[in-house]
């Protein structure tokens, strides 16, 4: 198949749409679902899709291959498109939590199995805390921002899986981002480096 003019969106969907078809089923994490929810604010090339209903790998390597995707390392490539796709391992959880629920992003391009937005947040500041992966700090934030989502919510998960220190740095960095008329990527890092600097 050709994914050549396909949208990174539109690839996830239709991949998620075979899968299923094939009784593989999947939610979508990783930096795809920040971008979804960062609406745009994050870009990636990459799609990572948990296999929730634990399918063989054979299952979905032939899956896949009907799509006219082969398996190069941990990721599924096609030549038609620079967009790889990964299935991260099972179960799904973020930082030590299972997730129970999951949603559906019902977008232009198809409907995309997806986590929660809160649990994208938390996910990426389980990277922030255990990798120190700024960068994921920065998107978490984002999100927040983009869906008026209250840092307190995530301050006892940030304190389960590190220390109280990790939720204020995001609360500040929270807060900074609510003074910007407009949000975008670049604004949140100056503000964190700024931060971490000052907290040197």
Known sequence: MDFSRATITELAARVAEHLHNQGI???LVGGLAV?????????????DMVNTNYQTPVQLHRAMAQLGFTKKGRVYVNATTDITVEF??????VGNELIQRTTTAELPEGRIPILRAEDVVKDRLAAFIHWRDTQSLVQATAILLKHSL?????KAFCEREGSSVHYQQLLHL???GKVHPQITM???EADLARLLLNNL
């Not at 991260?88 to 959880?93: E, M």
């Open 174 to 176: 929270y807060q900074c």
């Open 35 to 47: 971008e979804i929810y960062s609406e745009n604010l994050y870009l990636t090339k990459d799609i």
């Open 88 to 93: 991260p391992p099972a179960p799904l959880s």
């Open 150 to 154: 209250a840092p307190e919510a995530f």
């Open 186 to 188: 670049a604004q949140l």
């Open 25 to 27: 089923e999947v939610v």
